[in-house]
Every structure is written in C-alpha cells, then in structure tokens.
C-alpha cells in the first residue's frame, strides 16, 4: 500500500495510482514512469524494466475493501506494539524502582546489624561490670561479718577472763578471813583448802 520510490500511499486514480512492472512489484505510477526513464530497471529487484512494462493495476471494491481491513489490522497491530512498548517500559521503570529499593533495603538491614552487635557488646560489658561489682561487695560483706565475729569473740573472752579473776580474788578473800577465825581458836587444827592446792594451817 505504499510506494517504495516516495514513500506514499497509492491512489485508486490520479498520478499517483498503483502501477506494476513486467516483475510484479507496485509503485506510484509517476515514480515509476520517472525512474524507468533514467535507469531501466526495477527498483526493487533491479530486473530490467522499459516504460512499455509499467502495467495499471485496477481495485474493485472488494479489493479496496481488503486494503482497508489491511489498513486496520496494521494499524491495530501497531497500536498493540506501542502499548506493549509502554508496558514493556513501565515494567522496566519498575524493576529499576525495585533494584533501587532491594538495595536501600540491604543497606539497612546491615547498618541495623552492626547497631544490634554494638548493644550486645554494651549490654555484655555491663552485665560483667555487674557481676564484678556484685562480687566485691559479697566479699566486703562476708569481711565485715568476719570482723564483727572476731570482735565479739575477743568481748566473750575478755568477760570470760574477768569472771576467773573475780572468783580467783573472792577465793583469796574467804581465805584470809577463815585464817583470822583459826588463830582465836590456838587449840584447833583445820584445814584450808583453796584452787588448786591444800595447805594445813
């Protein structure tokens, strides 16, 4: 349906109606008629053509008819093509949006890793600071107890040692006291007996 010499559409009439050569191939009938005259051949096969070969082609009305439902196929045919194209298009837009966002994505989710590793370390770090400190204050503790102990086992024995001095001193005094009651009586004999020994007196 197009002249491949112009570029144009065939006519059913005028200049510009669809002629053929000896070959069989279709061009504008004024484009062929000029092109034949300057190079005698074909412009599609390169056979040889004469201006006597140049044959008119005549369109009944089914064949017009043809050529319209041509027309309309083709051009449904690349109207299908220019939307696939802006599909195709938009599709790829898209994956592009994709690939960007996957990669914002992992970009995150590393950067959220190492801040999670960094607070594992702080929270281990300071769970071992409070064991320390947990430690030093049982053994200051257990320490303290200790020397609460020793003191109160050092007061024990000083009472203790208070108590045999006190009977020790209490002994001698009722000694000394029966001595003075032996020497009224110079016709007795007793005995005296303190802590720890007997003496005759």
Not at 143 to 149: I, K, N, S, T
Not at 178 to 189: F, G, L, Q, W, Y
Request: charged share 25%; net charge positive; proline share 1%.
């Amino acid at each position: 349906s197009v002249c491949c010499i112009c570029l144009d559409t065939y006519t059913l009439s005028g200049k510009h109606r669809a002629v053929s050569l000896a070959c069989g191939h279709l061009f504008g009938r004024v484009c062929v008629s000029k092109w034949v005259s300057l190079k005698k051949f074909c412009p599609t096969c390169h056979a040889v053509a004469k201006a006597k070969d140049i044959r008119p082609i005549i369109f009944t009305e089914s064949t017009a008819n043809v050529n319209e439902d041509s027309k309309a196929k083709l051009q449904k045919v690349i109207n299908i093509r220019i939307v696939d194209n802006a599909q195709d298009a938009n599709l790829h837009r898209q994956l592009q949006e994709e690939r960007k966002q996957r990669v914002r994505l992992q970009q995150e989710n590393a950067k959220l890793a190492l801040q999670l590793a960094k607070l594992k370390d702080q929270l281990q770090l300071k769970a071992t600071s409070t064991e320390i400190e947990n430690s030093q204050n049982s053994s200051k503790v257990k320490l303290a107890d200790r020397f609460f102990g020793f003191v109160q086992r050092r007061g024990q024995c000083a009472g203790n040692a208070e108590n045999k001095i006190a009977n020790h001193s209490n002994s001698n005094s009722k000694a000394v006291h029966a001595k003075e009651n032996v020497s009224s009586c110079p016709n007795a004999t007793m005995y005296i007996c303190t802590e720890g020994s007997g003496n005759s007196i």
